[in-house]
């Protein structure tokens, strides 16, 4: 299950599921949240996340572009191990903006 909080200007997205297809309508749901009124500052924490399917790259890809869509960006922190390696194998990894921890990318917005 994802869930979507928010530290001042910054919206949260955590969760402990794998993003793969079973659960990419529950996580778009969750992401959708995010863009419903203001312009895009989205942390999406995978520190307990243990595995991203095609089907979850290609939601994040879609999601990062919706943000650029209207001002905004999302950024990936936390990754375990194994999500880094999909996220680097795959080159997805490039089009974000990656942190070691959610602190430190939610403080990144206010450079």
């Known amino acids: 299950m994802f869930e979507h909080t928010r530290v001042g200007a910054v919206d949260i997205i955590r969760g402990s599921d794998p993003i793969n297809l079973p659960n990419v309508k529950q996580l778009t749901g969750v992401l959708d949240e995010c863009l419903l009124t ?22 994040l890809l879609d999601f990062q572009d919706r943000c650029t869509e209207r001002g905004g960006v999302m950024k990936l922190a936390a990754p375990t191990p194994l999500c880094r390696d999909i996220l680097t194998v795959t080159d997805v990894v490039a089009r974000f903006e990656m942190h070691l921890d959610s602190l430190s990318a939610i403080g990144s917005f206010a450079q």
């Open 38 to 59: 203001r312009q895009p500052r989205v942390v999406f924490d995978l520190e307990k996340v243990s595995l991203i399917d095609s089907a979850g790259l290609d939601l």
